[in-house]
């Protein structure tokens, strides 16, 4: 049997002082490495729940990014007569929306920042479900008149129910307030699409993108081979979460790479004051190492010992990590999103999952840690170490 | 009986023959054992002494499997220990050796009961013939009543007594002591010392001690003299046979 356990923990009480050390390198690794992960987890989350399974986007072909395109008002009307497309009474379920970005000054810093600013077909709010009125009411069609969502009217000065604001050489109303369940759209103006187009000086049947809502998400397929066989229409279609999805990875992307950077760097740290603490604590334990062996403790349960040791220590310290972040979870913070270069509000996900990646990062630290000090203590020459007071 | 002349049969527990150890400090080389030779039989107290340096922790050290020696051979029971590998010498020394230091050595974090029963824990006992063994053990040592106390909080010779104990709990084949005197006081020496003659007399135990402490020695049926790299009796003659004189 084993060295027993209770040696390990009693053990790491006695000299907690040189055991703390480690504890926060550990700590704060874990602590930076998960936080960076939810904060990538939640901007994911917040892009890709923008998008949903029932709707699809159409780009010009090649167009990457909303911004980019340039859909004609003879494609629209294929597109809305195209299979798959959900109808009511009042035709189809259809947007051509026309995006561009402008700036208002931040409430908290009173700098500016870019919003982007929808231009949407006046049911918009039918193709995209999530989307609820829930201050003042829907923009009348035709008129200057901004709806802004829950988010952008928290954030930015002048953006509040009845003001007036001036952008793109006009002036504007807010009559509303939306809410589309914490999505992209919640940091972004709505406004009339043909309003916009003629205040900004666009042509007036040139739309940026169009958004079709389906009448199943199975009917996508159907829809997307009808529109692509159709020579007149020279388009890409993509279901709108894959967009979101596409749309998130960039900066998804930085963030984890960057934050691996830091965790690594960091781990590297922490993993040292790991070494320190366990070499300190097998030089000082020697002679109890020494007993144990002469005993009859073999090299292989020292070796196990020391490493529960050092695994207790660190997952103490991912522990610790793991409930510094925990207040993060649901924290609301701001980032550019860097396909339409417009402000982006989303909130830190520290999700389980995260959690766990967090504990086991630490384990592994523990690991590297630990190993070289409880092999040394094994290594020991027992009689030698006997000798040592 | 001892005998330090190397001339007997295969018949005695302990059988040391033509041991040598030598250590390497920088380019100095110290031949601490030069070809010693003891037997040592069953129920044998046996007492070293010899001034500091002269190699009486080496010599136990080799005897309890816990170095090697640089030639010569040691045969316990009949097993021969010096060609035994590192694990096989660690699984031999729980089964064979109880050893008792100087300075205790007891484990700080652990409870009198949690120490003494280490070395049960490398044996196949179950968790309630463990406890009666320690319970055993520590009524022997007369410390029933500290079961639970920690090192720290017991006096010097309570502390010997946790490791005597310690090193008596899965009946060993002998009891090594090193200087187990070295650090009390002359009443706790004499209380430690009644106990092993104890255990030697109704249990039958082997025991080789090492002492600098004449009055300590006198207790042992025998004391030997590490001299000059290899051991000579002492004055007093009973126990050990004529002509022993290596
Ligand atoms: N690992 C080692 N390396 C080098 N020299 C050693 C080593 N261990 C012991 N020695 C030397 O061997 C000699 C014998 O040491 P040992 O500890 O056996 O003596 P001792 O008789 O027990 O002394 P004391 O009465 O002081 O305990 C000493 O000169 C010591 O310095
Ligand atoms: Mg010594």
């Known amino acids: ?389 | 009986m001892v005998r330090v002349d190397g001339g007997r049969g295969s018949s005695s527990l302990i059988q040391v023959r033509g041991l040598d150890k030598k250590y390497q400090r920088g380019s100095e080389e110290i031949h601490v054992l030069q070809g010693l030779n003891l037997d040592v039989d069953k129920g044998d107290f046996v007492a070293f002494m010899g001034p500091s340096g002269s190699g009486k922790t080496t010599l136990l050290n080799l005897i309890g499997g816990l170095d090697v020696p640089s030639a010569g051979s040691i045969t316990v029971a009949g097993d021969e220990i010096t060609h035994m590998s590192r694990s096989k010498l660690t699984e031999w020394r729980a089964r064979h050796v109880g050893f008792v230091f100087q300075m205790y050595n007891l484990i700080p974090v652990l409870t009198a009961f949690q120490n003494v029963e280490l070395p049960l824990l490398l044996t196949k006992l179950s968790k309630a013939d463990r406890r009666k063994h320690v319970e055993t053990a520590l009524a022997i040592v007369g410390l029933v009543d500290r079961t639970d106390h920690y090192p720290r909080q017991l006096s010097g010779g309570q502390e010997q007594r946790v490791a005597i104990a310690r090193a008596i709990v899965s009946d060993p084949t002998f009891l090594l002591c090193d200087e187990l005197t070295g650090d009390l006081d002359r009443k706790s020496a004499d209380e430690i010392m009644n106990l092993i003659q104890r255990l030697m007399k109704e249990f039958g135990k082997t025991v080789l001690m090492v002492t600098h402490d004449p009055v300590v020695a006198q207790r042992a049926d025998v004391t030997l003299h590490l001299e000059k790299g290899v051991l000579v009796e002492a004055a007093k003659p009973e126990g050990v046979t004529a002509g022993g004189l290596a």
């Not at chain 1, 500016?112 to 201050?135: T, Y």
């Not at chain 1, 049947?205 to 169009?210: A, L």
Request: aromatic fraction near 8%.
């Open chain 1, 1 to 389: 049997m084993a060295i027993p356990v209770v040696y390990n923990p009693r053990s790491v009480k006695v000299r907690w002082t040189s055991a703390v050390v480690a504890v926060l390198g550990v700590a704060g690794t874990v602590g930076v490495f998960v936080a960076m992960l939810s904060l990538a987890r939640g901007f994911k989350a917040t892009l890709v729940s923008s998008g949903s399974s029932g709707n699809a986007l159409v780009l010009r072909a090649g167009a990457t990014a909303e911004i980019m395109g340039a859909v004609t008002l003879d494609e629209v009307k294929v597109l809305e007569d195209a299979p798959g497309v959900a109808r009511t009474a009042e035709g189809p379920l259809v947007s051509p929306e026309t995006v561009v970005v402008a700036p208002f000054p931040l409430r908290a810093t009173g700098t500016d920042a870019n919003v982007q600013v929808r231009g949407v077909s006046p049911r918009a709010l039918e193709v995209r479900s999530k989307v609820k009125i829930v201050e003042g009411r829907f923009f009348r069609p035709g008129v200057a008149e901004l709806i802004v969502g829950r988010n952008a009217t928290r954030t930015y000065a002048g953006l509040a129910l009845d003001n007036a604001v001036k952008f793109g050489g006009g002036t504007w109303s807010v009559v509303g307030v939306f809410d589309s369940g914490g999505t992209a759209f919640d940091s972004e103006v709505w406004c009339d699409g043909r309003v916009l187009n003629q205040v900004y000086h666009r042509p007036e049947n040139v739309f940026q993108s169009v958004t079709v809502h389906l009448t199943s998400s199975d009917a996508f397929q159907q829809f997307k081979d009808a529109v692509t066989a159709d020579p007149r229409m020279s388009v890409d279609i993509s279901r709108e979460v894959d967009y979101y999805d596409k749309q998130s990875r960039a900066l998804t992307t930085l963030i984890v790479v960057l934050g691996s950077i830091v965790a690594t760097v960091m781990g590297i740290g922490a993993v040292f004051g790991a070494l320190n603490t366990m070499y300190s604590a097998v030089a000082e334990r020697s002679r109890e190492i020494a007993t144990m062996r002469a005993i009859g403790f073999g090299a292989a349960s020292v070796v196990v010992s020391f490493l529960i040791e050092a695994l207790l220590i660190s997952s103490l310290g991912g522990a610790l990590g793991c409930v510094a972040v925990l207040p993060l979870n649901g924290f609301t913070t701001g980032a550019m999103n860097w396909q339409t270069f417009s402000h982006l509000a989303f909130a830190f996900r520290v999700t389980p999952a995260l959690l766990l990646w967090g504990i086991l990062f630490a384990l592994v630290m523990g690991l590297v840690g630990g190993l070289p000090p409880a092999i040394r203590a094994a290594r020991r020459p027992v009689a030698l170490a006997l000798r040592a007071l």
